[in-house]
């Protein structure tokens, strides 16, 4: 089946660092991906849409100079919080679509990244 | 705008026993799709079914079914014969079809405790 990673699993950072995200398609290419925020028991958040060759597209009230979203290759988009400070902390999570699903009706997700920013 | 709402934040069950999680939403739209999602302590997404509002029939996935009704805009997951790993938040989801996004909107989920 389609197996999307996410790397770290986890990641601890100071306030004003930045932290990059890999999200990868592991035996499939995805020419969009999504990018999702979850905050402690509550719904996932869709940030972004992630397209190959071309630039993101955020939706509403997500600041794109704070999370820059690259989708250089069919199997890998990277998120990066810049000058990241403590508000930032939560769980970030992918998702793609294998080709020949449609993406109205497959999305495979990533198990997702802790961040913590101290 | 198109939402989604699940209004039990908590539901348990016995273990064996059967359990309902509901699901509305509200769209304009008359086609689309919607899904239900677990996602267990792991925090691992995983697709539990999916439903296409052209079709009438309830999608089942064995001890999983829905109660998909169209004009109420009702969309309630059935869990039968509940298992210790069925614990988990549940997550209600709508796509719509315009434009072919993708884009999923998420209800605000529950979180369903089986007991044994």
């Known amino acids: 089946g389609a197996v999307v990673s996410q790397h770290p699993s986890w990641v601890i950072c100071k306030s004003g660092t930045s932290v990059k995200i890999e999200c990868r398609s592991l035996?499939?290419?995805?020419?969009?991906m999504f990018w999702y925020r979850q905050f402690p028991k509550q719904s996932l958040m869709l940030m972004a849409t992630s397209n190959e060759g071309s630039k993101a597209t955020y939706e509403q009230g997500v600041e794109k100079d704070k999370f820059l979203i690259n989708h250089a290759s069919l199997t890998l988009s990277t998120l990066t919080v810049t000058s990241a400070h403590p508000e930032d902390s939560s769980f970030y999570i992918c998702?793609?679509?294998?080709?020949?699903?449609?993406?109205?009706?497959?999305?495979?997700f990533g198990p997702g990244t802790r961040l913590t920013v101290l | 705008a198109q939402t989604v709402t699940q209004s039990q934040p908590e539901m348990s069950v016995q273990e064996a026993e059967t359990v309902t999680l509901s699901c509305t939403y509200d769209t304009s739209e008359s086609d689309y799709y919607l899904f239900w999602y677990k996602q267990p302590p792991s925090r691992q997404m995983i697709l539990v079914i999916r439903?296409?509002?052209?079709?009438?029939q309830n999608a089942t996935e064995n001890r999983f079914s829905v109660n998909f009704q169209k004009a109420a805009k009702s969309f309630s997951l059935k869990i039968s014969d509940s298992q210790l790993g069925d614990a988990a938040m549940y997550f209600c989801?709508?796509?719509?079809?315009?434009?072919?996004?993708?884009?999923?909107?998420f209800g605000q989920g529950t979180t369903l405790q089986v007991k044994p």
């Open positions: 439903q296409e509002a052209y079709k009438q």
């Open positions: 989801a709508y796509i719509p079809p315009r434009g072919n996004t993708g884009k999923l909107i």
């Open positions: 035996d499939f290419q995805a020419t969009t």
């Open positions: 998702s793609a679509s294998p080709p020949g699903r449609s993406i109205t009706d497959t999305q495979y």
